[in-house]
């Protein structure tokens, strides 16, 4: 009996360990996968205002390709998020 | 004595604010393409698919609308609120999304691969769309399509 119970434990332990080790990988890809369109989206909008202040007479076009260049790297941060609502949520 | 002098802090953009149009047009768009990926979600994952193809699809329009929004507030302001409502946005409006799908992650009615994959699809697909009309618009005026 104490041999069924000790098994059952180690089972429900390593389960609990690889689910941890899901959600930590989870995390990870999550925390990385948002780093570097951080760094992107910084780039363009820094870009877009200088633009901007170089040439106030385009400015409208300058936003429209700043918006939209964000809202394409953007798109690298969301699919770490979905990597990390299918591994790890 | 006051500083006059130019700065970040003290210049905004001129003109109008062409991402809140810019996302109000994807919006539109958008609302035509949620009956599309909500059956086919429905095909592929059950009833289950399709309520979370409708749920992920408002999450990306609320998204754009959201990010137009805070640029074009920031725009309003100062060169320097424009970028800092650039890069804080973008770090809430992830948060946003996170908690958006950590709440009903549990529900009965999700299923997280049709979200997931409803999230990129959309968000791409109405990126793409929109990126056609306005390169038409922005291209230099002896490119432009002239009326047949």
Known sequence: MEAMIGLIAQADAAADAKAANAAIGAGFAYGLAAIGPGIGIGYVAGKAIEAMARQPEAAGMVRTTMFLGIAFTEALALIGFVVFILLGL | ?148
Request: hydrophobic content about 55%; charged content about 10%.
């Open chain 2, 1 to 148: 004595m006051t500083n006059t002098s130019a700065s970040a802090w003290n210049t905004k953009p001129t003109g109008d604010a062409p991402e809140v149009s810019i996302s109000l047009d994807m919006v539109r768009r958008g609302v035509v393409v949620v009956p599309v990926l909500v059956i086919i979600c429905g095909v592929i994952w059950g009833a289950d698919g399709a309520w979370s193809a409708a749920y992920a699809t408002a999450l990306v329009l609320g998204n754009f609308l959201l990010s137009a929004g805070i640029i074009a507030a920031g725009s309003r302001i100062s060169y320097a609120a424009l970028l800092s409502g650039v890069l804080f946005g973008y770090i809430f409006r992830l948060a946003l999304i996170f908690f958006a799908v950590y709440i009903v992650r549990d529900a009965g009615w999700i299923s997280l691969p049709a979200v997931g994959v409803c999230i990129i699809v959309t968000h791409l697909g109405l990126l793409i769309w929109e990126l056609k009309y306005v390169a038409l618009s922005l291209a230099y005026p002896g490119l432009k399509p002239t009326q047949p």
